[in-house]
Structures are given as C-alpha cells and as structure tokens.
Nanobody, 115 residues
Framework: QVQLVESGGGLVQAGGSLRLSCAAS????????MGWYRQAPGKQRELVAT???????NYADSVKGRFTISRDNAKNTMSLQMNSLKSEDTAVYYC?????????WGQGTQVTVSS
C-alpha cells in the first residue's frame, strides 16, 4: 500500500519560512510525477508545485520565486521550501504522487501564516 506522509507544517508569521517534507513508501525515483497541492477553507484544491522524474518543475504563478520543490531519491523524500510566506498561503498542504496509472495523496499538513 502506497503511503505519503507529510510533515513540517505549522504556524508562521508573514514573511517567514517553512519547509514541508513528504516521506514516501514508494520508489520516488521511478514515480512519474510528484508534487504539492493545497486547499484553503472554502476553496478548491490547487496545484502548488510538481516535479517530474526528469527533474522538470512546475509552479503555480502565486508561489514562483518563493517556493522550491526538491526531491531526495536516496531518502525517498520530497520537500517544499516555502519562503516569504503570505497570509494567502494558509492552507492544508498535500503531498501527491502519480505512479503508473494511479494518483496517491498524503493526509495533509496545515500551514497557517499570520499577518
């Protein structure tokens, strides 16, 4: 059974930084696509950043230049470095993996940015 476990969420002041991590029970080196999504209260889940096995990354316009996605294949972990956080970044952040024909999600970690 595939498991994705997020950690690193919390409360931070605007302008601060947080680093999210996702520990995967699958071999992320051969996972087609991994990434982060978020969902704020009353809003739909939205893409934050993704990284393909090729290393190609994709970011939402709202986080470009502030967030960085990375992957450690040896540790089977994926991270999201979030800098210059804004109140609008407040959401539950979900780790995501697309492997073969299936999508997998973590349970989510809360990020709250106080203004």
């Amino acid at each position: 059974q595939v498991q994705l476990v997020e950690s690193g969420g919390g409360l931070v002041q605007a302008g601060g930084s947080l680093r999210l991590s996702c520990a995967a029970s699958i071999n992320i080196a051969t996972t087609n696509l991994m990434g982060w999504y978020r969902q704020a209260p009353g809003k739909q889940r939205e893409l934050v950043a993704t990284m393909a096995t090729s290393g190609i990354t994709n970011y939402a316009d709202s986080v470009k230049g502030r967030f960085t996605i990375s992957r450690d294949n040896a540790k089977n972990t994926m991270s999201l470095q979030m800098n210059s956080l804004k109140s609008e970044d407040t959401a539950v952040y979900y780790c995501y993996a697309h492997r073969r024909y299936y999508d997998y999600w973590g349970q989510g970690t809360q990020v709250t940015v106080s203004s």
